[in-house]
């Protein structure tokens, strides 16, 4: 524990300690009792923020857990998981964005319009989200260019894929996209950026 010593007037100072209940004119003790009631304070401060780092970390197990069940080919349970941090965190980005491409991917291999449009309206609120991360870009280009032939539409949502900072994407994420971005960009008469790779 943390032990901070009370002042008169200091950060930590008597009256500082009122605003927690006790110190002069609260009829509760104002040294050494004072002193550990407000390192109590802190440390339940601290805490709290220690809870908010676990969520995050909580966040990232279930994402890198529901990657691996859909690599499994387990897309039930994968949905079950993102659905799961929506639930808690509905403005979740990397959620958002893959529980809509699964469900865009579930719905045009099943024939479920309902799924598609679906899985289409959570990869553009993804991009809505958060317009620096990558995923609802690339996924939503990728709809663009399959679903409605916009070769366009497509290119500009791979430009903002490529460009992405909320992270950037990975190489290997760049050459596994590189067939759609080629398709879109030959379609639109655009040059191919440098960063995707020509075959």
Do not use: C
């Not at 943390?2 to 100072?13: A, E, K, M, V, W």
């Not at 387990?74 to 079950?80: D, G, L, V």
């Not at 991917?105 to 809505?128: D, Y």
């Not at 596994?176 to 960009?185: H, K, L, S, T, V």
């Amino acid at each position: 524990m943390t032990q901070f010593t009370i002042t008169p007037d200091g950060p930590f100072s008597l009256e500082a300690a009122s605003h927690f209940g006790f110190g002069p004119n609260t009829g509760r003790p104002t040294s050494p009792d004072a002193q550990m009631k407000l390192a109590f304070a802190v440390d339940d401060f601290r805490n709290h923020a220690l809870v908010t780092l676990s969520q995050q970390q909580k966040i990232a197990q279930t994402l890198a857990e529901a990657a691996v069940d859909e690599d499994a080919g387990n897309f039930s349970q994968a949905a079950q998981l993102y659905n799961q941090i929506l639930s808690e965190n509905p403005n979740q980005v990397q959620a958002t964005a893959q529980l809509g491409w699964l469900d865009y991917q579930v719905g045009t291999t099943g024939n479920s319009t309902t799924l598609k449009n679906q899985g289409r309206k959570l990869v553009e609120r993804a991009v809505k989200l958060d317009p620096q991360d990558f995923a609802g870009h690339l996924y939503l280009g990728t709809i663009l260019l399959l679903q409605d032939n916009d070769a366009t539409g497509a290119v500009a949502q791979y430009q903002a894929f490529l460009g992405a900072t909320n992270p950037v994407p990975a190489a290997s994420v760049i050459k596994q996209a590189a067939p759609y971005i080629r398709r879109a960009y030959t379609q639109a008469g655009v040059a191919l950026p440098s960063q995707v790779p020509a075959t």
